[in-house]
Structure formats: structure tokens, C-alpha cells
């Protein structure tokens, strides 16, 4: 005769173990999102500076996917995919839609990674014998890294915190499991305390990372 | 070594090489003067094909430059540049910048890659500073860095755009001295350059670029004790040695 205790009952342990979960899977989305589209973002930089056509083309592509927001991005992408014959759970839906937006992003980073190497560095180097590949590798990844790792760290930080969006699809990350919590618990104070404590715990390892990279750069 | 005939390049509507021809022996060292855009750095640009041509033929040892089945890479890698700004890699150190291109454009082992490094390092007086940062090093020792770095591909020949322009006066001397050490030691050198008195001094021949052509060639001391050209003439008594 509990049937009322059901629907509202009190924060227990089990309910850390369920936000746990889903912060793994808060981290599981972004990590992949982050991945693939610093990846896909680093090409697209490097489409971007190499001619100013495809800068306008393809930097008016990519402002579309920078300016419209994201969760208007999901929304559409999960409704529309269906109709162009794809099927997708809201994992699959919101791992593209967050990639997408964040090789938006990172292509603009990377751009400007690469313009700050500059183009007589990259003379110097092909000067020496070395071919297109060599010098990106060794000569502008470096050097345009150190440059942009900072705003980068920006980046995959916000889209850390932007893959909460994905749960309006349904999928249960960290943000959906607290608002299930907060339904059943009642306890939104504390909830969300401990939601933010975790997306406090998967964020400071990236910015704390960086920093010591920096710090080691700058010896 | 090096013969160029009827060059042209062009930046879109601007002619900057209207037709030059050139020839440079092993073992010569030619001066190249001329005021600001005379072309006198976009025919070094051309000549180790970081810049394309519209018309003529560049040919180094044999090879035409500017040929569609022309390998410019290892082209390259036959001619050490030096540019007015050193660009030194930041996040390498001094040993690491001069070993970077014989390991992975030669493909030396890392052993021999250091070696020859630091051979050339202290070949241009950098001995003491293998394990600094370029950013710890004067402007003059980067430029100096550059030139061991170039030098450490073993190159045929040495092309020098302005060298010594960014330089604080007071550093123009080592550059110009480990310049002259090549000199000395047989390098084949095209040596664009500001410094008259050093062009006068270390030059076989110079050469004087008026507006995209080659106005007055001649050995060193012909070019500036005789000059036949009226720009010549003018262009000297400005810059007066």
C-alpha cells in the first residue's frame, strides 16, 4: 500500500549510481562529438585557409551551423532525418548534430591556428625541402596548436556543456536523468548540485590538462 | 649552375620580372641591388619555385625548375634559403631547428641528424647555444640559426633575400660575416641585399634590377666604380656607400 510513496520518494544512493550513468554517457557523447569534429573542424580549417572562395563558401556553411541554435539544430535533425530515410535513436541524432556544430567551431579555430604560423614560417620550411604534409606536421601543427589551444579548450568545454541539449531528444544524459530525478525525488536543489558536480568533474580534467600543457610550452 | 632565360612572372595584372636573363657559374657570388620592388625578391622566390612563372625557363644543375615533372622538394633541398625575417621554429630548440629538415626530408637517422646540426651550428658561431630556444637568441644569431639550418641540408647554392634588413644595425656584421665565411668557402650565393659596401666587398658580380629587368651587370668593382646606367647612377648617389 505504497502507491502513493511511489511517485515522490526521497534521494537514496541508488540515485547517485543513476546520475553517475549518465554522466558517463554526458561523457560519452561529447567525447566522440569533441573527437570527430576537432578532426573534421582541423580539415575544414585547412579548406578554409587555403583559398578565399571556399573561406566564403564554406565559412557561410559553417556560420549556419554556428548561428542557428543548437538545440533548434537537434530538433530538426532528429525530426527530418527520418524523411531522408535515416533512422536514428537520439544517441545517433545528437552525436551528428554535435559533431557538426563542433567541427563548426574548431574550423574556425583551426583557421586561425593556421594564419597565426603565417606564411613566411611556412616558406622557411617548404624552403628546406619539405613537402605539403611535412610542413603541416611539423611546422604549423605546432606552432598553431600552441597558439589555439586556449580558445580549442573553449570549445570542447562548451560542447561538454551543450550535449545537455541532446536530452530533449530523449537521450538520457546527465541533464535528463537530474530532470527524472527531479520529477521523482522532488529535490531539485540537490539534484542539480550534484549534476553540476558532475559536469564540474568531467570539465576540469580538460581545462586542468591544457593549463600544464601551456605551462610546459612556455618553459 | 644557375641559368635563367626570359623570365616573366606576373601578380595578376602587375609584371614584376619582365624578361631576365642570368646566368650564375659554380663558385659565384652575385650581388642583386635595386630599390624597393625592382622584382629583385620575387626572382629568388621564382628561382627555388616557391613562386610559379608565367613565362621563360629557371634552370638549376640541369634541373628546369618550373617543369610539371619537376620534383621542386628535392629541388629545395639543393638550395638553402634565407629570408629577411629568420622565421626560426619557436618550439624547437636551436640543435632541434637545424636537425628538424635532415631528419625528416633527408631522412637521416636521429644521430646523424644532430650531428650535422651542430656541426653547422658551430660552423656559424651558434656552438653555445644548441639547447636555447630561438627566443632566447638576438635577432642576428636567429638569422645566423636560419643560415645553419639552410646550410644543414647540404645545399649546391645559398639564396639570400635580404638578410640583413630586419636587423638592428649592430647586428648586421656577424650576418654579413658568416655570409662572407661561405663566400670564402666557395659557395655558390645570390645574395639580395641593401649592404653596398658588403656587395662590393664579397661579390664576384651584382647585379642592378630596374623595374623588373636587370639594368646594369657587371663585376663588383666595374658596377660600382664605373656605373653606365643613368638609374644606376642615381640609385647609387642615394644610397651612397
Not at chain 1, 532525418?81 to 563542433?102: K, M, Q, S, W
Not at chain 1, 610542413?135 to 562548451?158: F, H, T
Not at chain 2, 663558385?27 to 629568388?44: A, D, P
Not at chain 2, 624547437?92 to 646540426?117: F, G, H, Q, R, Y
Request: glycine share 8%; charged share 20%.
Amino acid at each position: 500500500m505504497e502507491s502513493a510513496a511511489t511517485y515522490f520518494s526521497g534521494f537514496s544512493p541508488n540515485d547517485l549510481w543513476f546520475l553517475g550513468e549518465a554522466a558517463l554517457r554526458t561523457l560519452w557523447i561529447s567525447f566522440w562529438a569533441i573527437s570527430i569534429g576537432s578532426i573534421l573542424g582541423i580539415f575544414l580549417g585547412l579548406a578554409l585557409s587555403i583559398s578565399r572562395l571556399l573561406a566564403f563558401t564554406l565559412g557561410t556553411i559553417l556560420d549556419i551551423f554556428r548561428s542557428v541554435p543548437l538545440i533548434i539544430q537537434l530538433v530538426l535533425f532528429f525530426n527530418f532525418a527520418p524523411i531522408i530515410g535515416l533512422r536514428l535513436n537520439p544517441f545517433e541524432a545528437g552525436l551528428i548534430v554535435l559533431t557538426v556544430y563542433t567541427s563548426a567551431y574548431v574550423a574556425n579555430v583551426a583557421r586561425a591556428g593556421i594564419e597565426a604560423v603565417g606564411i613566411p614560417m611556412r616558406r622557411a620550411a617548404r624552403s628546406l625541402g619539405m613537402n605539403y604534409w611535412q610542413d603541416l606536421r611539423y611546422v604549423v601543427w605546432p606552432i598553431g596548436l600552441r597558439a589555439v589551444l586556449p580558445a580549442w579548450v573553449g570549445v570542447a568545454l562548451g560542447v561538454l556543456k551543450d550535449s545537455a541539449l541532446v536530452s530533449i531528444l530523449g537521450y538520457v544524459e546527465l541533464l535528463k536523468a537530474s530532470q527524472i530525478l527531479m520529477t521523482r525525488t522532488q529535490e531539485a536543489i540537490l539534484v542539480l548540485s550534484i549534476a553540476g558536480a558532475f559536469y564540474f568533474a568531467l570539465s576540469y580534467p580538460i581545462s586542468y590538462y591544457a593549463t600544464r600543457l601551456e605551462q610546459r610550452w612556455s618553459e | 649552375m644557375i641559368k635563367i632565360t626570359n623570365l616573366h612572372k606576373q601578380y595578376g595584372e602587375l609584371e614584376v620580372l619582365k624578361g631576365i636573363d642570368l646566368e650564375v657559374p659554380k663558385g659565384e657570388v652575385l650581388s642583386v641591388i635595386g630599390s624597393s620592388g625592382s622584382g629583385k625578391s620575387t626572382l629568388l622566390y621564382c628561382i627555388n619555385g616557391l613562386e610559379p612563372i608565367q613565362k621563360g625557363q629557371i634552370i638549376v644543375d640541369d634541373i628546369d625548375v618550373h617543369a610539371s615533372d619537376t620534383n621542386l622538394n628535392s629541388v629545395r633541398q639543393n638550395m638553402g634559403m634565407v629570408f629577411q625575417q629568420w622565421n626560426s621554429f619557436p618550439h624547437l630548440t636551436v640543435l632541434e631547428n637545424v636537425a628538424l629538415a635532415p631528419k625528416i626530408v633527408s631522412k637521416l637517422s636521429k644521430s646523424d641528424a644532430l650531428e650535422i646540426a651542430e656541426k653547422q651550428l658551430r660552423h656559424v658561431g651558434l656552438g653555445d647555444k644548441l639547447s636555447q630556444y630561438p627566443s632566447a637568441l638576438s635577432g642576428g644569431q636567429q638569422q645566423r640559426l636560419a643560415i645553419a639550418r639552410a646550410l644543414a641540408m647540404e645545399p649546391k647554392c645559398m639564396l639570400f633575400d635580404e638578410a640583413t634588413s630586419a636587423l638592428d644595425p649592430e647586428l648586421v656584421g656577424e650576418v654579413l660575416d658568416t655570409i662572407r665565411l661561405l663566400a670564402d668557402e666557395g659557395m655558390t650565393m645570390i645574395c639580395v641585399t641593401h649592404e653596398m659596401g658588403f656587395a662590393r666587398e664579397v661579390s664576384d658580380r651584382v647585379a642592378f634590377f630596374h623595374e623588373g629587368k636587370i639594368e646594369e651587370i657587371n663585376q663588383a668593382e666595374k658596377l660600382f666604380g664605373s656605373p653606365k646606367s643613368k638609374y644606376l647612377q642615381k640609385f647609387l648617389s642615394k644610397v651612397k656607400t
